[in-house]
Structure formats: structure tokens, C-alpha cells
């Protein structure tokens, strides 16, 4: 099937508009006789004569009258889809953005998240969803627009990704521990029974291939499938629970933290975005939003 050649639609639009061939030549800036050519294939391709002579000018036949309302509005919304975007309307916008995030992420950063959003944008909504796998999919797809997350190998390279903070793994047990207040060396860490946190079901983590690299083992009582339940197993018995500091800090109120007796390398919470969105306002403004909420800074 041929198409039509769109650039027809504003000449017509034109010549509708002035009513004459000149007019809209000087509107279109091109020649009289350039568009007396444009007027002519229009002719050829509706099927109409559209604008014949009466007098000394020219008048529109029924069929151009009958366009000139649907033809002025295809052009106006062809240079809205074409043109820049407007100047984000924050006060006015109407939206609900996606977020992919850990609970430990809505725990610690969601309440300053939506304060600080609903104090610019009152008209938009975050739904906050489960992150259960690293698959990048959603965010591919557009079911989420925006995930955190440490972007490991496997990470999709098509992926834009922006460090939100720096966080380290320390040891967690209750108050009233038999190891409180005493100094917890690696012989006391691995004294105790443990708490593995693994989304997965694993039976071992970067804890314990840390101290495998020193000839090392702990004892696994338990696996929780978050941070929050193994706080939540730690906080009820003498097990310990190795967790991220900075997004477990509400979760560990009343408890006793303490860094672990091993190095242990530190890790960057990112958050992850489509490039489609790169160009979106919204979306620009929301990612400003998220850095802000966890102290990173102003939007980039």
C-alpha cells in the first residue's frame, strides 16, 4: 500500500486557512507557482477540486469545508507529538509511577519519599511493588518505571543506573543477647548460630564466602527469604542476622549492631531506569525526587 505524503496536510491546511493559493504560499514560505503545484496534487490525491474559482478569488468546495475542522486539528496535534516538551507542570501533574524496590527500601526511604513528593506533585501516586528476582524485564516492558538495587554482572547493560548510597554489612542480635556487651570476635561470631537471609532459598550467602576465603564456616540455624523476617527471628531468640546497616536502620531499632569480625566488601544501591525514560520530565523530576529522599543530591 502507498502512503499518502503527510506534508499534504499543511499545504491543505494552509490554502483552507488564507482561502488563497498566494496566502498560503507566503504562510508555507514558498513560491506562488510551488504552490499552486502542492494545490494541484492534492487535487489529484482527494479526488476534489477544493478550492475553485469565483470572481477574482477563490472559495473551498463542500468536501474542503467539510475537512477544514478535521484537518487543522491533525496539524495541531502533529506539531504537539513533534514538538519539544512543555515546561513539567508539577502542581497540575496527574500520574502513577511503578517502583520495584526491597522492603527495607520502603521501610527506610518511603515516608520521605512521598512527603517530598506530595508536597510538589499532590496529583501523583507511587505504587510500590515486590522485588523478588534482578530480572530487568518490568522495567524493559514499562510495567515499573524505576527499581533499586546493587547492579551486579548480570545486570542488563541497556539499563541507566544512578548510585543512591554506599551501605556495608554488620551483625544484628537482640538487646538481651549472651553476647551483649562483650566484644564479638570472629570465634564469639562463629560461636553462635545464624539467621541466612536469602530471597532465593540458598543455603549460603557473601558471608559465608567471605569466611570460606579464611578457611571458615558458621552455623546456619535458619534461612529467612528477607531482612525483615530474619530481624524478626533475631530479635525473638539468640540467633544472629547479618544485614545491611543503612537498609535496615528502622528495622533494628532496639536491637544491638555490631560490625562483623571479617572483612566484608562494601556495596552501592543504585537505582535502575528504561533509557526511554531518559527524555520523560516526570520521570526526571521522579528520579530527583528518590536521589533527594536518600540524601544524594539534587536530580541529574
Not at 519519599?113 to 516492558?141: M, N, T, Y
Not at 541497556?158 to 570476635?185: C, K, S, W
Amino acid at each position: 500500500m502507498t502512503l499518502p505524503d503527510l506534508n499534504l496536510l499543511i499545504t491543505l491546511d494552509a490554502l483552507l486557512s488564507e482561502g488563497s493559493v498566494a496566502g498560503a504560499a507566503r504562510r508555507l514560505r514558498l513560491s506562488p507557482s510551488a504552490m499552486s503545484r502542492a494545490l494541484a496534487r492534492l487535487r489529484e490525491t482527494t479526488g476534489d477540486p477544493l478550492l475553485v474559482r469565483a470572481g477574482r478569488g477563490l472559495v473551498p468546495t463542500p468536501r474542503a469545508l467539510a475537512l477544514r475542522g478535521q484537518v487543522g486539528g491533525l496539524v495541531r496535534d502533529a506539531q504537539a507529538v513533534l514538538g519539544r516538551a512543555h515546561e513539567l507542570d508539577l502542581a497540575g501533574l496527574v500520574r502513577t509511577f511503578t517502583l520495584r524496590v526491597s522492603d527495607g527500601f520502603v521501610e527506610n526511604v518511603g515516608a520521605a519519599l512521598i512527603a517530598r513528593i506530595a508536597a510538589q506533585a499532590p496529583g501523583v501516586r507511587l505504587r510500590f511493588v515486590q522485588k523478588a528476582d534482578k530480572d530487568s524485564g518490568p522495567l524493559r516492558e514499562g510495567d515499573v518505571d524505576l527499581e533499586t538495587g546493587v547492579v551486579g554482572r548480570l545486570a542488563s547493560p541497556e539499563l541507566r543506573t544512578r548510585a543512591l548510597f554506599q551501605d556495608r554489612y554488620i551483625g544484628v542480635m537482640r538487646a538481651d543477647h549472651p553476647l551483649g556487651g562483650r566484644n564479638v570476635t570472629l570465634a564469639r561470631y562463629l560461636a553462635a548460630r545464624h539467621v541466612l537471609v536469602s530471597r532465593r532459598g540458598l543455603e549460603s550467602g557473601p558471608m559465608d564466602e567471605a569466611l570460606q576465603a579464611l578457611g571458615r564456616e558458621r552455623d546456619i540455624a535458619a534461612i529467612a527469604g528477607g531482612f525483615s523476617m530474619a530481624l524478626a527471628l533475631a530479635r525473638g531468640t539468640d540467633l544472629i542476622a547479618t544485614v545491611p546497616e543503612m537498609h535496615t536502620a528502622t528495622l533494628r531499632e532496639g536491637m544491638r549492631s555490631f560490625a562483623l569480625p571479617f572483612a566484608m566488601p562494601p556495596f552501592t544501591v543504585s537505582m535502575l531506569w528504561h533509557p526511554r525514560m531518559d527524555g520523560d520530565a516526570a520521570h526526571r523530576w521522579l528520579r530527583g525526587c528518590v536521589l533527594a529522599a536518600c540524601g544524594t543530591g539534587a536530580p541529574g
